[in-house]
């Protein structure tokens, strides 16, 4: 073949060009509206945030003065930060390896081969779909001391009634219970999707060489999900950083601070008393430290990839 041949006619390259030019356009088209949410609904908050931060700022009295790095001092010297990201913390150790536990538990179960796992799968993704705000009321009733289902079958069966969310010991376990229950489904479907991913042949092979179950799982299983695994760790991090709704709808940071998780005295500063410069001081320090916390685990878990 000669070189004449190996190169496409002009008519040919600008047929091509334009058609590459459509396939573009029409796949700008398509992420154009995801494009938009994230801009006006993610990026500029980000930005007026980080801008109003070196403000003092309020919601009635608008941008008054530019006071620099008041805010960020301010919040190093402010104990009720420290105090509510050691809530956080708290928070954080109940409720995310209980997430990647329970769903990982409730992942194996539901792919089993039996006829009725579809179903199973679908009611523990229930929650996950309803509204938080539902789910915070419902199980508020549900705990309720006086006149609670839980506590009346307790209390038919000889215990005493147990006071879940108005006692300082049981407010924050009881919100990390609630939140477990709200998402373990989502966590449960990406696992999932991840052991449905898994030949079967490897499992056959370890079977021969007289594996246990035990270590089929640590060895075969574990392995080819880390990546799911990694993914709904670092997602359970990012939830367990910014729960709010549960603490808003049933305890308002209460008993005596025992709930007051970061995002909720980020909102008490903003639109409690009014301190919006300083309340987006304190939305940009949760912005670092969850980028720190994200690409640490991200290092830790990633194998190679």
């Known amino acids: 073949m000669t070189d004449a041949m190996m190169v496409p006619k002009t008519g040919d390259q600008k047929w091509w060009q334009k058609r590459k030019f459509q396939q573009y356009a029409v796949a700008f088209l398509f992420v154009l509206p995801a494009l938009i949410n994230f801009t006006v609904f993610r990026y500029y908050p980000m930005i007026w945030s980080a801008r109003a931060s070196f403000w003092e700022y309020s919601l009635l009295g608008g941008f008054k003065e530019n006071i620099g790095w008041e805010n960020y001092i301010r919040m190093i010297n402010d104990e009720f930060f420290w105090d509510s990201l050691l809530v956080t913390g ?136 880390r990546r799911q695994l990694m993914f709904v760790t670092v997602w359970a991090t ?42 987006s001081a304190l939305s940009i320090a949760l912005l670092l430290i969850l980028l720190i916390v994200s690409v640490v685990q991200m290092r830790l878990l990633r194998r190679d990839y």
């Open 238 to 279: 990012l939830g367990a950083f910014q729960v709010f709704i549960p603490v808003y709808s049933l305890t308002g940071g209460g008993p005596r601070r025992a709930t007051n998780v970061i995002v909720y005295y980020i909102y008490s500063r903003a639109f409690k008393f009014g301190e919006m410069g300083y309340a």
């Open 90 to 225: 708290k928070f954080f150790l109940m409720y995310v390896p209980a997430v990647v536990i329970f769903a990982m538990a409730l992942a194996l179960f539901s792919n089993q081969k039996k006829p009725g796992m579809g179903t199973i799968r679908a009611v523990i993704f229930v929650p996950v779909v309803t509204s938080f705000v539902v789910v915070s009321i419902l199980w508020g009733m549900l705990l309720n001391k006086d006149v609670g289902l839980v506590n009346s079958i307790l209390a038919s069966l000889g215990f005493g009634r147990i006071s879940f969310l108005l006692d300082k010991e049981n407010a924050l376990p009881t919100i990390a219970m609630i939140s477990i229950w709200k998402n373990v489904g989502y966590s449960v479907i990406i696992l999932v999707a991840g052991l449905k991913g898994v030949p079967e042949e490897l499992f056959d092979a370890a079977v021969v060489d007289g594996a246990s179950p035990w270590k089929q799982f640590i060895h075969i299983t574990l392995p080819m999900i």
